[in-house]
């Protein structure tokens, strides 16, 4: 299916390396997490806006059509048609975390990787996207479609950049998005995040009081760390209690400080539709403080919890499920805090074809609601699927598979991409089969080999779907 033409586009597209690599570490400096306070065209804050302003810019010196939708998001265009190809992706990133090698906002480039947030998840796709553009344009490729590229500004809390550039622009009839795996992931799970909260009696029994328990920084990133501070009696021992119970876990460290003694428990961050990829420090912390054995007050609430969300398969809640296509249910508890009589906490499930947003929620209901638990926040996404055969998904494995030689399958993942907000579009990498998942995680990077694999593979997908095979000078074919 290689299109005559194609390889001048190709060989630009190497040319632009140390270009790339530039750009990329520029971007990755941008520190473009969602933060406080909004303001004029900045509705998720001034570096995320700081970021839309500066992958603009560069379009509108390539010679590319800009757009700005009041900070929400961005496009640039090139060429001219009927039908519109669009390419979806996103600047915001979630937040670093700790325990990183490398600055996280400076793009170190060390060999041949380039170290950043946001290096894979999604600023090194954005640059291989327009790098890819921009070969075509300079080539001089006709195109029988109008290509879009379209940045979004909200991905990883909550999608309002979409909501709002669709009611301002039209959908383009086709497209991908650049923010998962190769060779091309055509169905994506269902998703619902939930916010579940409950009061408690917050007085001591027997004499050990827990004064707060926190952990987790975003629903959809499983927790690194997570705390506990207590104040006791010298007669209660729980000291001694704590040590027996954690014995020389080297997750787990123990403070005391006059009365107080602060408990913390060390995770590792992995993206929540991966769980099996980290360690959930929250799940782990509840699971000491159920074991010192305390009745009433939030101990209760405690215990309920390590009883039905011990880890992420949802076995205990009565949500576990699994299909041919999809694959199996996962369950992250993301977030959780604790104090002055209240509790709340952030479930982020991701869940495949064979089960509903309503049938979990209704089992959770069951499994918590009777310890006073309820469901005071939601929402979710179905799930996303295009068969193998529909020719969007068969065009863009050929694009994939003419840069590599690897015929492997479409896969299915538990992330949601903006592959839903297209409708008749699917995730299309950057991430190359058998490279470690790196996205939400410490020491993220790209390497130099894959992002430019990337950007050629774009490139022939742009080709083919909207040049159809021909260049200016050569007429039409």
Request: glycine fraction near 12%; hydrophobic fraction near 40%; charge should be negative.
């Amino acid at each position: 299916m290689d299109l005559t033409g194609f390889a001048p586009v190709g060989a630009r597209i190497n040319q632009y390396q140390d270009e790339m690599i530039l750009w990329l570490r520029e971007l990755i400096a941008i520190p473009s997490v969602k933060s406080s306070p909004a303001g004029p065209d900045a509705p998720f804050g001034p570096e995320i806006a700081r970021a839309l302003e500066y992958v603009l810019a560069w379009g509108e010196r390539e010679g590319f059509r800009a757009q700005n939708f009041s900070g929400y998001a961005g496009h640039l265009e090139y060429g001219e048609g009927e039908e519109d190809l669009g390419v979806l992706l996103h600047l915001d990133v979630v937040p670093a975390g700790g325990g990183w090698q490398y600055p996280p906002f400076q793009g170190v480039q060390v060999g041949d990787r380039i170290y950043g947030r946001g290096a894979v998840d999604d600023k090194g796709p954005a640059v291989a996207v327009l790098y890819a553009l921009k070969a075509l344009k300079d080539e001089g490729i006709r195109l029988a479609r109008k290509i879009r590229v379209i940045f979004g500004c909200d991905e990883e809390s909550g999608w309002r950049c979409m909501d709002h550039y669709f009611q301002k622009a039209p959908k383009p009839v086709l497209g991908f998005v650049p923010d998962a795996d190769f060779p091309l992931i055509h169905c994506e799970k269902g998703f619902v995040a939930l916010t579940l909260q409950a009061g408690y009696n917050p007085s001591p029994a027997g004499g050990l009081e827990l004064l707060r328990v926190t952990g987790g920084t975003r629903r959809n990133v499983v927790p690194e760390s997570a705390e506990a501070l207590l104040t006791a009696d010298s007669g209660t021992g729980v000291r001694d209690r704590l040590q027996a119970v954690c014995a020389e876990d080297p997750r787990v460290t123990l403070e005391k400080t006059g009365g107080r003694i602060r408990l913390q428990v060390k995770g590792e961050a992995a993206h929540a539709s991966l769980p099996h990829l980290g360690e959930n420090a929250i799940t782990h912390l509840l699971a000491i403080l159920a074991a010192l054995g305390e009745k009433g007050g939030p101990w209760e609430l405690i215990t309920l919890l390590t009883k039905n969300i011990p880890d992420f398969t949802g076995k205990d809640l009565g949500i576990a499920c699994r299909d041919r296509i999809s694959g199996a249910l996962t369950c992250n508890l993301g977030t959780f805090a604790m104090g002055d009589g209240e509790v709340q906490l952030e479930l982020d499930i991701r869940y495949p074809l064979c089960i509903d947003e309503k049938t979990i929620t209704q089992r959770i209901n069951e499994k918590l609601g009777g310890g006073g638990f309820e469901i005071t926040g939601r929402h979710g996404l179905p799930p996303h699927y295009l068969p193998a055969e529909s020719p969007l998904v068969k065009t863009l494995l050929a694009a994939y598979q003419e840069e590599t030689g690897d015929f492997s399958p479409p896969l299915a993942i538990g992330g949601r991409t903006y592959a839903t907000a297209l409708g008749n579009g699917v995730a299309f990498g950057p991430n190359l089969p058998g490279r470690p998942q790196l996205a939400h995680q410490k020491d993220e990077y790209i390497q130099v080999a894959d992002l430019m694999l990337a950007a050629r593979i774009y490139g022939r997908a742009l080709f083919h779907l909207a040049a159809g095979g021909f260049r200016k000078e050569d007429g039409e074919k």
